[in-house]
């Protein structure tokens, strides 16, 4: 039977009623270099006074045990009008819930650890094989209070207005309200020819964010865009796992990025020379001299700004690979991460792990693929064949062999195949801690053994080659 024109399909119906999804897109480094001084000197006054305000109500949102609240009433006494005082509450309350939630995400894993370290230790007593010696029983270090060191404004439309500019020669005015009542400044903006086409025939947001550097002020604009959910219900899972030696390890045996190698050794010199600079200051500081040189280095920056672009461009090639995939990464929690050596936080601090998860949540939006976080408990030592769960699956960085079943792989791809599996499982997601997801890893083990039992042939996996098991292999 013929389709009658201009009739919808069952497959333009389906299309109808996929989810749209809404972003946000920030155009930054937008230089406020056409005002003149007069104007930038009146802004520089109001943002020392915003900035002190901001600060104390970032300290007490930190310390109360309430949780922070933008519509609380002002408490601290200031120069600013109320509408200032009220943007100057919500950017507070912001930074601080920030702070507070990574903070309690961090005691959480170390209680969690800490958990883990005193069974570890009862089983060791209880059956007289000594603990390693390399496993220290974790330390709990508080947290010091945000401190805002960069002047920064993050306005809405109550006290910063972003106007057309209309037959001029700069492409917009911002109208900022200021100490002196009535006299707001009008700053103009004027922008190059890539922030041109960004905002051709957008509507800006009217969220605004000022922020100054180097004596220069900058500028930040945005605008939303509906991005259609282009990925199939019935798409392959793909796993990603995240690590340092390479930065996304996929389920299908593919590795993007790595830390080592160049940008490691960039991190190492420029440490050194901190280091160097740190204890010159130390001698001169002995001595008298109050003019003392900064600690700060300019390689750092660098370094941080190509280790970002190397973690896009490894996520722009997984998804190039994986175009029409459902891609399942770790909640990664890189707060709660430490090592004992500082040498080792410094490298877990370079490789900036955090930027990973964000770069793929925005990476696939604004390509309407779909992806979801799953919980990264023990992934790296579950057995993505028969779940058994121990830190001696992984004798050294690369290598996963499991001491029941004998399946060996890469530790890496071993932990993405675990990720891609955890997708929809909602036992899982309904555990609240580690030690929940311990419990039903080992039951999950046990099933296994009384279906399969311990003779199993060994996979043909080799901790190089990374080729995925096939379902029946894995159990």
């Given at each position: ?52 305000l901001c600060q104390q109500y970032v300290t007490l ?209 420029d440490r050194e020379k901190r280091r160097r600079k ?198």
């Amino acid at each position: 039977m013929s389709q009658k024109p201009g009739k919808a399909t069952k497959e333009d119906k389906q299309k109808r009623k996929r989810k749209k999804q809404t972003l946000t897109h920030a155009v930054t480094h937008i230089r406020l270099i056409e005002a003149n001084p007069g104007k930038l000197d009146a802004l520089d006054q109001l943002v020392v006074v915003f900035t002190a305000l901001c600060q104390q109500y970032v300290t007490l949102f930190c310390t109360t045990e309430t949780s922070p609240d933008k519509y609380a009433d002002p408490v601290f006494e200031s120069e600013l009008s109320e509408r200032w005082q009220r943007v100057c509450l919500q950017q507070a309350a912001g930074i601080a819930k920030s702070w507070r939630t990574t903070r309690q995400t961090a005691y959480a894993a170390y209680l969690e650890d800490l958990a883990d370290y005193a069974d570890a230790k009862a089983k060791a007593e209880t059956s007289g094989v000594p603990l390693d010696r390399k496993r220290k029983e974790p330390a709990w270090r508080e947290w010091t209070m945000p401190e805002l060191r960069v002047p920064c404004i993050q306005a809405n439309a109550n006290v910063l207005v972003v106007e057309k500019a209309e037959d001029s020669t700069f492409d917009y005015w911002l109208r900022i309200s200021t100490l002196d009542k009535g006299t707001p400044l009008r700053v103009p903006v004027k922008l190059a020819s890539y922030h041109k086409k960004a905002l051709e025939g957008r509507t800006l947001n009217t969220s605004t964010t000022l922020h100054k550097r180097k004596g220069i002020w900058w500028l930040t604009l945005s605008f939303d865009l509906d991005v259609p959910l282009e990925t199939e219900p019935s798409a392959p899972r793909v796993g990603a796992d995240v690590g340092i030696a390479n930065f996304i390890t996929t389920s299908t045996g593919k590795r993007y990025g790595s830390f080592h190698g160049k940008l490691a050794r960039r991190q190492k010199r420029d440490r050194e020379k901190r280091r160097r600079k740190a204890k010159l200051r130390a001698c001169l500081k002995k001595k008298g001299i109050t003019k003392l040189p900064s600690t700060s280095s300019a390689g750092g920056q660098r370094l941080g700004r190509h280790v970002r672009q190397e973690i896009n461009r490894a996520v722009n090639l997984m998804i190039a690979d994986h175009p029409n995939a459902r891609i399942i990464y770790e909640d990664l929690s890189v707060a709660s991460m430490r090592f004992k050596a500082r040498c080792m936080n410094a490298y877990l601090y370079a490789s900036n792990l955090a930027h990973i998860p964000k770069q793929i949540a925005w990476a696939t939006a604004k390509r309407g693929m779909a992806a979801h976080t799953v919980k990264a408990a023990y992934s790296s030592q579950e057995c993505s064949r028969c779940h058994y769960v121990d830190r001696a699956n992984r004798p050294n960085q690369q290598t996963f062999l499991c001491r029941v079943c004998g399946y060996r792989n890469h530790a890496d791809c071993n932990a993405s195949q675990n990720l891609a599996s955890r997708f929809g499982d909602n036992e899982l997601a309904a555990c609240k801690g580690k030690k929940e997801v311990k419990t039903l890893l080992i039951a999950r083990h046990e099933a296994w053994k009384q279906t399969y039992g311990l003779a199993v042939v060994q996979p043909a996996v080799c901790a190089v080659s990374c080729t995925p098991v096939s379902l029946a292999q894995r159990g």
